[in-house]
């Protein structure tokens, strides 16, 4: 990727979103079993999931363990049943306007700052090669966290084409968020010296550490998205 904006001359905003992952996790493993045809373990899931269940079912779903009577498709169903909630129903804050504005629309690529950080992140020399390498972990998790949702059964779109231009990249569980708070915090990575903006992954980093230790107080995963 290069310095230019996206075609078009604006990029899309990017949120990171309060979720349920082990949820997340269950939902889409069930959506790309029905894609497939085997609509067992969306019934399944349903039937053990009340939580998931009633909200359907608030969201006026007669028979939430059809996946076939629901209309949404599977981007929207995906969020709507794994975003965390407040107690006023509202989705679950993880970040002040601030902060959010600044993750929102990185200038950069696609706009996103989990993919700077990807392309420019590099091994730190110095770090210890003891089997538990962070820097490891960190590109792990960041692949998880903006591709999970790319690797569908039916193709890398099935997620990223949604009603409304709801786009869902990838997500983290509230494990997850923890092992990439702490690896981004130790020492294990460094900056390439190609860097595209000048302190641009020390910003990035900073900002990206303050939404996981938010997440991680709330005991919530992570879900990126974005939208037009």
């Not at 959010?100 to 950069?108: A, D, L, M, S, T």
């Not at 960041?142 to 084409?161: D, F, K, P």
Request: charged share 30%; with cysteine.
């Amino acid at each position: 990727m290069d310095l230019e904006q996206v075609e078009g001359g604006t990029s899309p905003f990017i949120t990171l979103d309060a979720c349920d992952g082990a949820r997340a996790e269950a939902v889409l493993t069930a959506l790309e079993a029905h894609a497939v045809g085997d609509s067992k373990k969306w019934v399944e899931l349903v039937s053990k999931d009340e939580v998931l269940r009633l909200r359907l079912i608030n969201q006026g779903i007669d028979k939430p363990e059809l996946r076939d009577g629901i209309t949404w498709d599977d981007p929207s169903l995906l969020f709507t049943t794994c975003i965390e909630l407040s107690k006023d129903g509202a989705p679950m804050p993880i970040a002040d306007p601030l902060l959010r504005e600044k993750i929102g629309r990185f200038p950069w690529g696609d706009g996103s700052l989990i993919s700077y950080m990807h392309e420019f992140i590099r091994p730190n020399s110095n770090r210890p090669r003891n089997g538990n390498d962070g820097y490891e972990t960190i590109i792990a998790l960041l692949e998880v966290l903006s591709q999970r949702c790319g690797t569908s059964c039916l193709g890398h779109e099935r997620y990223q084409n949604g009603n409304a231009g709801l786009d869902i990249r990838g997500f983290l569980t509230k494990e997850q968020v923890r092992e990439l708070r702490l690896a981004l915090s130790g020492r294990s990575w460094s900056v390439a010296a190609e860097e595209a903006l000048d302190g641009g992954m020390r910003d990035v980093s900073r900002n990206l550490i303050a939404i996981l230790r938010a997440a991680e107080r709330r005991e919530v995963g992570v879900l990126l998205r974005s939208h037009s």
